[in-house]
């Protein structure tokens, strides 16, 4: 009855103030930025916050058929639905011409990439990650990447 046309200025003001104050709020595109997340007892941090904590093996697109790719978290953010996400550049691989010396032991988990990251910031759910990584840099452009998983392939 709040609603209808013939309803007087005066009850149409409490309309529009009942609304605005119990009326439930559309999220819109809005989304939660944090700074880290602990999920399943891992902890995970923007690079901004924790470099070691924001280095990720994931995977792309969530396809569990390929093999997981190594990123950095930029940001971290929860959707309006509460679903947890992160905003991740993907280690580039290394250049073709390059023979990677790790690739020769398959039960140590060591592969060389390029030290750029795409520019591109990819989304990624939680539950798309598989592990943490270690980076070491053997060169200005070349790093060694190590998974850091804690579920042995072997």
């Not at 073709?96 to 690739?103: E, S």
Request: proline share 6%; aromatic share 12%; net charge positive.
């Amino acid at each position: 009855w709040l609603s209808r046309p013939d309803c007087s200025p005066a009850i149409q003001e409490c309309k529009f103030l009942f609304d605005s104050t119990y009326a439930p709020k559309s999220a819109g595109t809005l989304a939660i930025l944090r700074a880290r997340l602990k999920f399943n007892g891992i902890v995970y941090s923007r690079a901004s916050t924790h470099i070691g904590n924001s280095q990720v093996f994931y995977y792309s697109q969530g396809d569990r058929l390929s093999s997981p790719v190594p990123g950095s978290i930029q940001h971290i953010y929860a959707t309006p639905t509460g679903e947890l996400v992160f905003a991740v550049h993907k280690l580039l691989p290394h250049h073709d011409q390059f023979i990677d010396p790790f690739a020769m032991y398959p039960h140590f988990p060591a592969k060389m990439y390029s030290s750029s990251s795409s520019s591109h910031l990819e989304n990624v759910k939680v539950s798309w990650v598989v592990s943490h990584f270690a980076r070491w840099a053997v060169s200005s452009d070349t790093v060694v990447i190590l998974s850091l998983s804690r579920v042995s392939t072997i």
